[in-house]
């Protein structure tokens, strides 16, 4: 049976209690770091058994760069050894071999100790306690004591020393890990606010280019509307000069030169016989007036066809398809009912149908053109599809198509739509879709 402790050795298992619980306290405190580290050395300062000195310190240990720093320190120090005393490298004296070996390290005097590198003038001698700060292998820092030279060492001061720098190293690893987190949550905050700040401009300047670009389009789209309205004015002036010139040319001009014909005819029956010579005069003349009449009937309907006016778009429609029969290779397959349009929308469907066979003429090389129209509801669908070698997509949105361009704008201005269908090889098919008033 092991035997039971004497008084005095209970009174020092209990004061290691009171300095283990009350270190442990002071390590579980609100306060900072550095003022709760200096709180521990006094309170291990007091602890007499120990017989230290009211002078200690602890440094920090810098893995990287293998060294300690010097954190604080509790008690008188001369300017030279705080000066000097710094940074010390591992391995380097007492306090350095410690964080070397991670063991406890114990020393009866600095001046018979060979391990003490470090003199300075003016040194009084003393011992040490050197005590690792580590926490599972880690090494946090190293904690020294000064004591008397020659101390009667504590018998459980190894132990006691041992768990404190455990409590110690824990309390600090978990500091730096709060100091670090505090350092990112600050610099996260401050990056946030300064985002905030960023976006917040960046925001303005977006409102800002967006009020910019909007009115900007609203300008441009009332621009473009200007322009589409002053576009159309002027086909309907073009269309009423026409229509005017027409109606003069094949009225007064044609009438001139129908009456100029009766004279000739009249003139002709009152030629002597003996006077040939002037008969085939006149003959000739006839002929050049019968001539100039045809001119001026074709010109006539170039410029307005009366057809149109007269028997409306589909009679219009046909005329043309036959006019175009005779001067090209062209065949027609017309499938067109008679629709009761407005004067302006008639116009404007013909010269669509124009614009286009302009176009089959010049560019499709095709023989055969399909004409359709399908009324649907209040829509009107027109169709106007060649056989011939089709044209390349690029083409229809060409800044330099001016014809295609002219139709868009034409249908654009009717609220209609327009679209252009083509396959190289496969022809091209032109489909208009116009609403009708009720």
């Given at each position: 049976?092991?035997?039971?402790?004497?008084?005095?050795?209970?009174?020092?298992?209990?004061?290691?209690?009171?300095?283990?619980?009350?270190?442990?306290?002071?390590?579980?405190?609100?306060?900072?770091?550095?003022?709760?580290?200096?709180?521990?050395?006094?309170?291990?300062?007091?602890?007499?058994?120990?017989?230290?000195?009211?002078k200690?310190?602890?440094?920090?240990?810098?893995?990287?760069?293998?060294?300690?720093?010097?954190?604080?320190?509790?008690?008188?120090?001369?300017?030279?050894?705080?000066?000097?005393?710094?940074?010390?490298?591992?391995?380097?004296?007492?306090?350095g071999?410690?964080?070397?070996?991670g063991?406890?390290?114990?020393?009866?005097?600095?001046?018979?100790?060979?391990?003490?590198?470090?003199?300075?003038?003016?040194?009084?001698?003393?011992g040490?306690?050197?005590?690792?700060?580590?926490?599972?292998?880690?090494?946090?820092?190293?904690?020294?004591?000064?004591?008397?030279?020659?101390?009667?060492?504590?018998?459980?001061?190894q132990?006691?020393?041992?768990?404190?720098?455990g409590?110690?190293?824990?309390?600090?690893?978990?500091?730096?890990?709060?100091?670090?987190?505090?350092?990112?949550?600050?610099e996260?905050?401050?990056?946030?606010?300064?985002?905030?700040?960023?976006?917040?401009?960046?925001?303005?300047?977006?409102?800002?280019?967006?009020?910019?670009?909007?009115?900007?389009?609203?300008?441009?789209?009332?621009?473009?509307?200007?322009?589409?309205?002053?576009?159309?004015?002027l086909?309907?002036?073009r269309?009423?000069?026409?229509?005017?010139?027409?109606?003069?040319?094949?009225?007064?001009?044609?009438?001139?030169?129908?009456?100029?014909?009766?004279?000739?005819?009249?003139?002709?029956?009152?030629?002597?016989?003996?006077?040939?010579?002037?008969?085939?005069?006149?003959?000739?003349?006839?002929?050049?007036?019968?001539?100039?009449?045809?001119?001026?009937?074709?010109?006539?309907?170039?410029?307005?066809?009366?057809?149109?006016?007269?028997?409306?778009?589909?009679?219009?429609?046909?005329?043309?398809?036959?006019?175009?029969?005779?001067?090209?290779?062209?065949?027609?397959?017309?499938?067109?009912?008679?629709?009761?349009?407005?004067?302006?929308?008639?116009?404007d469907?013909?010269?669509?149908f124009?614009?286009?066979?302009?176009?089959?003429?010049?560019?499709?090389?095709?023989?055969?053109?399909?004409?359709?129209?399908?009324?649907?509801?209040?829509?009107?669908?027109?169709?106007?599809?060649?056989?011939?070698?089709?044209?390349?997509?690029?083409?229809?949105?060409?800044?330099?198509?001016?014809?295609?361009?002219?139709?868009?704008?034409?249908?654009?201005?009717?609220?209609?739509?327009?679209?252009?269908?083509?396959?190289?090889?496969?022809?091209?098919?032109?489909?208009?879709?116009?609403?009708?008033?009720?």
């Open positions: 049976m092991s035997s039971k402790p004497t008084e005095s050795e209970s009174r020092l298992l209990t004061q290691e209690y009171e300095v283990l619980h009350e270190v442990a306290r002071v390590l579980h405190s609100s306060q900072g770091m550095k003022s709760m580290l200096e709180n521990v050395l006094l309170v291990l300062t007091g602890f007499d058994e120990l017989k230290v000195e009211r200690a310190g602890i440094f920090l240990a810098d893995p990287d760069k293998k060294v300690l720093n010097l954190y604080c320190t509790l008690g008188e120090f001369t300017s030279v050894f705080l000066e000097n005393e710094q940074v010390i490298p591992y391995g380097d004296c007492l306090c071999r410690v964080a070397e070996s063991e406890l390290l114990m020393s009866e005097s600095c001046f018979s100790d060979a391990r003490h590198e470090r003199r300075y003038e003016g040194m009084q001698a003393h040490h306690y050197i005590v690792p700060l580590k926490t599972r292998e880690k090494l946090l820092g190293v904690m020294f004591l000064y004591t008397n030279t020659n101390p009667s060492w504590y018998k459980h001061s132990e006691v020393l041992l768990s404190i720098g409590l110690v190293a824990d309390a600090i690893e978990h500091s730096l890990v709060e100091e670090e987190l505090t350092r990112y949550r600050n996260l905050e401050e990056r946030v606010v300064e985002r905030n700040i960023d976006l917040k401009q960046v925001n303005t300047t977006l409102q800002k280019e967006v009020v910019e670009r909007t009115n900007a389009e609203n300008e441009l789209k009332n621009i473009r509307e200007q322009l589409r309205n002053l576009s159309n004015h086909q309907n002036i269309e009423e000069e026409k229509t005017r010139i027409a109606r003069e040319v094949h009225d007064e001009l044609g009438q001139s030169l129908t009456a100029l014909k009766m004279d000739l005819v009249c003139l002709k029956d009152e030629l002597p016989e003996q006077r040939a010579e002037l008969a085939e005069r006149v003959q000739s003349m006839s002929g050049l007036i019968d001539s100039t009449i045809t001119s001026v009937q074709r010109i006539s309907s170039e410029l307005r066809p009366q057809i149109l006016d007269v028997m409306g778009l589909c009679e219009a429609i046909a005329w043309q398809a036959k006019e175009y029969q005779k001067r090209t290779n062209l065949q027609f397959d017309l499938n067109c009912e008679h629709i009761p349009l407005n004067k302006e929308l008639t116009t469907l013909f010269r669509i124009q614009e286009a066979l302009t176009n089959v003429v010049r560019h499709a090389e095709a023989d055969r053109v399909r004409v359709g129209f399908l009324q649907k509801g209040n829509r009107l669908t027109m169709e106007i599809e060649d056989n011939g070698k089709g044209m390349p997509l690029e083409k229809i949105d060409h800044s330099q198509s001016l014809g295609l361009i002219g139709i868009r704008e034409r249908i654009l201005f009717l609220d209609g739509d327009v679209e252009f269908l083509s396959k190289p090889g496969e022809g091209t098919k032109v489909v208009v879709n116009i609403p009708l008033e009720p």
